[in-house]
């Protein structure tokens, strides 16, 4: 056996216990099924979704408007809810 340390949100904590007691299971339990699960799998045993704003065609179209200006194609403007000093 090994030990592993790691930070966690002191409320996720609190209610993933809470949790675990009511199936019956230690903290320690459930991290040992979980891992086991990902070994056993080779995967992330749910369903995990990126943030779209770093998706591969957002950061594509996000490079063309940077050139663009960089080139002055593009020229950028003031925003009206962005305070200028």
Avoid: C, W
């Avoid at 993933?16 to 007691?21: H, I, Q, V």
């Amino acid at each position: 056996m090994t030990q592993i340390s790691l930070r966690v949100d002191e409320e996720v904590k609190r209610n993933a216990e809470k949790t675990f007691n009511d199936i019956g299971l230690s903290m320690s339990t459930a991290i040992n099924i979980f891992l086991k699960k990902v070994a056993r799998e080779n995967r992330i045993p749910f369903e995990l979704s990126a943030d779209p704003f770093y998706s591969r065609e957002n950061m594509a179209e996000l490079e063309r408007r940077i050139n663009s200006v960089r080139s002055g194609e593009s020229t950028l403007k003031e925003h009206e809810l962005i305070e200028v000093d």
